[in-house]
């Protein structure tokens, strides 16, 4: 079984306007790459959307179709831990799902985000 996939906002946000436009740019040709793998959403990341969605209910209809992952004590820790060692601090945004990424054992995949790489080939840039 592979990994599962934790989905950035940005890859999601990607997506959604590439669906809308009905045009085929670099989100939606990475989509074959995750054929077959369990897709999740952080609450960091539906917290995003959310905040700038133009209609909070279409964006809300559309997370459902992804799990969502919640942030607990394992998250928690990680994140803190991250944090901590960092010599520079990560975003908090950041910080929360490059732990939840880890905690999970999951890729990440994300468009040119620094604090993404600390994941190394965990984190799949789409672009």
Same mark, same amino acid.
């Given at each position: 079984?592979?990994?599962?996939?934790?989905?950035?906002?940005?890859?999601?946000?990607?997506?959604?306007?590439?669906?809308?436009?009905?045009?085929?740019?670099?989100?939606?040709?990475?989509?074959?790459?995750?054929?077959?793998?369990?897709?999740?959403?952080?609450?960091?990341?539906v917290a995003e959307l959310l905040e700038g969605?133009?209609?909070?209910?279409?964006?809300?209809?559309?997370?459902?179709?992804?799990?969502? =992952?919640?942030?607990?004590?394992?998250?928690?820790?990680r994140c803190a831990l991250? =944090?901590?060692?960092?010599?520079?601090?990560?975003?908090?945004?950041?910080?929360?799902?490059?732990?939840?990424?880890?905690?999970?054992?999951?890729?990440?995949?994300?468009?040119?985000?620094?604090?993404?790489?600390?994941?190394?080939?965990?984190?799949?840039?789409?672009?």
């Amino acid at each position: 079984m592979s990994r599962p996939v934790l989905l950035d906002a940005s890859f999601l946000i990607a997506l959604e306007r590439e669906a809308a436009a009905g045009s085929l740019g670099p989100a939606r040709r990475f989509l074959p790459a995750l054929r077959g793998r369990s897709l999740v959403v952080s609450v960091v990341t539906v917290a995003e959307l959310l905040e700038g969605a133009a209609d909070e209910a279409a964006t809300w209809t559309t997370l459902q179709r992804f799990t969502i =992952q919640g942030i607990h004590l394992a998250q928690a820790r990680r994140c803190a831990l991250l =944090q901590r060692r960092s010599a520079r601090r990560l975003g908090e945004n950041d910080a929360w799902l490059v732990a939840t990424a880890e905690s999970l054992d999951a890729d990440l995949v994300g468009a040119g985000n620094r604090a993404f790489e600390r994941l190394g080939a965990r984190y799949l840039k789409y672009q």
